[in-house]
T-cell receptor, first 115, second 110 residues
C-alpha cells in the first residue's frame, strides 16, 4: 500500500487568489491522480499527473485553472488558480499500484473554502 | 464515456444485511471497484471484481454481472461504524484511473 501526505489539510482563501496543494507519496509511482469532491458529492477526476510530461486533463478542467507539476515519481502539486466560491471543495491526491487492480490509495484531502 | 448509477441513500438497522446496487454504462469495461468513505475521511478501497461472480471479504461481499452491467456491495451484520458513503467505481481504461458513481450514503440505526 502507499501512504500519501497532502498539504494543506484545509485552508480558507480569498476570491481571486491561488493556492497550491502538495502531494507526497512514500514510494515511486508512475501516475498520480487529482480528484475533486464537492460537498456531499462524488469524486470527479481533474487530471492525471505524469512524471516528465504534461498532465492529462479531463473534460471540463483546463491547465490554466488547475496547473499541475510532477517533478519526480513521489511528488506532485495542484494549483487552484483565481479561485471563486465555486472552487470550494475537497481536493484529493491518489495513486494506484500496478494496473488492472481497481485499487487507488488516497490522501486525506485538502479542504478549501473560498470566500 | 462512463456513467455509474447508485441509490443516493440507504438506511438499515444494526445487525441487518444491506445491498447497495450499481449499474453502469461504459465504452470499455475492465471491472468494478467499491470504496468506503466516512465523513471527513479519505475514500478507502473495499473490493474489486474483474470477473462475474461474488467476492467475499469478511462481512463485505461484492458481486458483478457483466451481462447485466450491474454489481452490488453486500454488507452483513451491520455495525454502527458502517455508516458511511459507499462508491462504486470503474477503471476508465486499462490503467488505474477510476470513474466514480454518485455514492450511496448508508445510515445504520440502532
Amino acid at each position: 500500500s502507499a501512504v500519501i501526505s497532502q498539504k494543506p489539510s484545509r485552508d480558507i482563501c480569498q476570491r481571486g487568489t491561488s493556492l497550491t496543494i502538495q502531494c507526497q507519496v512514500d514510494s515511486q509511482v508512475t501516475m498520480m491522480f487529482w480528484y475533486r469532491q464537492q460537498p456531499g458529492q462524488s469524486l470527479t477526476l481533474i487530471a492525471t499527473a505524469n512524471q516528465g510530461s504534461e498532465a492529462t486533463y479531463e473534460s471540463g478542467f483546463v491547465i490554466d485553472k488547475f496547473p499541475i507539476s510532477r517533478p519526480n515519481l513521489t511528488f506532485s502539486t495542484l494549483t487552484v488558480s483565481n479561485m471563486s466560491p465555486e472552487d470550494s471543495s475537497i481536493y484529493l491526491c491518489s495513486v494506484g499500484e500496478g494496473t488492472g487492480t481497481g485499487e487507488l490509495f488516497f490522501g486525506e484531502g485538502s479542504r478549501l473554502t473560498v470566500l | 464515456g462512463q456513467s455509474l448509477e447508485q441509490p443516493s441513500e440507504v438506511t438499515a438497522v444494526e445487525g441487518a444485511i444491506v445491498q447497495i446496487n450499481c449499474t453502469y454504462q461504459t465504452s470499455g469495461f475492465y471491472g468494478l471497484s467499491w470504496y468506503q468513505q466516512h465523513d471527513g475521511g479519505a475514500p478507502t478501497f473495499l473490493s474489486y471484481n474483474a470477473l462475474d461472480g461474488l467476492e467475499e471479504t469478511g462481512r463485505f461481499s461484492s458481486f458483478l454481472s457483466r451481462s447485466d452491467s450491474y454489481g452490488y456491495l453486500l454488507l452483513q451484520e451491520l455495525q454502527m461504524k458502517d455508516s458511511a458513503s459507499y462508491f462504486c467505481a470503474a477503471p476508465a481504461g486499462a490503467g488505474n484511473m477510476l470513474t466514480f458513481g454518485g455514492g450511496t450514503r448508508l445510515m445504520v440505526k440502532p
